[in-house]
């Protein structure tokens, strides 16, 4: 059995930071072509930049709101355009927003849910066609353990973590026909932006220090209080999109030191 990403044709949304940054790297240092699709267009095209240096060719920058259907398609459309078809999406763009339910603004609740559903619902949406005309592709869902488990301040992350994975669920039954895979990656706490943001704003919401809110909220539960890393995420993800067959579909799988055991 191959496992490999030689000239698979990926895009990965929240790409230009983080974890996205790292699963596209790992594909292109694995022969992949990779559409780095994300809000921030500059950073976007920056990466694509840094990455092309590894690969000539391998990236391209994308302008994508994953909220806007009209951006996803354009987006989708550009890169099919480009390379001609579209093996991998990894739907990753995400945001974190921190405040007790009952200071929870209505607009940020709202704001956090159509990142992460609808981006999810529109970017397979839009790959879909692609993927079912190929007979083939790998969808993957950028999950947490937050789809597995509940933290307080967190109603509207858990709520769209945990929605992912049932959207999942349905997208590997329908597509199981066709050849079309999807699963989750659940990881525990990475050091991106996204938790760099947090680690403050959740001392001043649970009166403890920033040390406390690191070694107790966010490592407590893990067997060894070690944060998962990019690299770590980057791998499981590449594992899952170069894995030959679609023998694994419909699955969460978690990465996490240990904090969630499934
Ligand atoms: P990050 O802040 O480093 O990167 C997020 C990226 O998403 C940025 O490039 C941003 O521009 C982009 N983005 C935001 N809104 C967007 C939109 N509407 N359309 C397109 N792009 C958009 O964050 P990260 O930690 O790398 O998080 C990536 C994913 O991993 C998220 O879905 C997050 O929920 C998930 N996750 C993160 C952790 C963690 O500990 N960092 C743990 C579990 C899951």
């Known amino acids: 059995m191959t496992i490999s990403m030689k000239d698979k044709v990926c895009i990965v949304t929240g790409g230009a930071s983080g974890i996205g940054y790292g699963i596209a790297?790992?594909?292109v240092q694995d022969g992949a072509k990779v559409a780095i699709a994300d809000l921030d267009l500059e950073a976007a095209k920056q990466t694509a930049e840094t990455l092309n240096k590894m690969g000539p060719g391998a990236a391209l920058g994308v302008a994508m709101d994953v909220t806007s259907e009209e951006?996803?398609?354009e987006g989708v459309q550009q890169v099919v355009d480009e390379w001609g078809r579209v093996d991998v999406l990894v739907a990753n763009a995400g945001v974190q927003i921190v405040h007790k339910?009952?200071?929870y603004p209505f607009d940020d609740w709202k704001k956090?849910?159509?990142?992460?559903?609808?981006?999810?619902?529109l970017t397979s949406k839009a790959v879909i066609p692609h993927m079912y005309k190929q007979e083939s592709g790998a969808i993957l869902f950028m999950g947490s353990v937050h789809s597995k488990e509940a933290s307080p301040l967190k109603s509207a992350y858990v709520?769209?973590?945990?929605?992912?994975?049932?959207l999942a669920r349905a997208l590997a039954k329908e597509g199981g026909p066709h050849g079309v895979?999807?699963?989750?990656?659940?990881p525990g706490f990475v050091k991106t932006p996204l938790v760099e943001k947090q680690i403050p704003e959740q001392a001043r919401d649970l009166g403890i220090s920033e040390e406390e809110v690191v070694e107790k909220v966010m490592l407590g539960n893990t067997v060894d209080t070690e944060f998962t890393t990019i690299e770590d995420v980057a791998e499981l993800a590449w594992f899952l999109a170069a894995f030959p067959t679609n023998a694994m579909t419909g699955q969460s799988m978690v990465i996490s030191h240990g904090w969630y055991m499934n």
């Open 112 to 121: 956090l849910l159509s990142i992460h559903l609808d981006g999810a619902f």
């Open 181 to 186: 895979r999807t699963n989750v990656i659940c």
């Open 25 to 27: 790297t790992r594909y």
């Open 71 to 73: 951006q996803v398609n």
């Open 159 to 166: 709520t769209a973590k945990h929605g992912i994975q049932g």
């Open 101 to 103: 339910i009952e200071n």
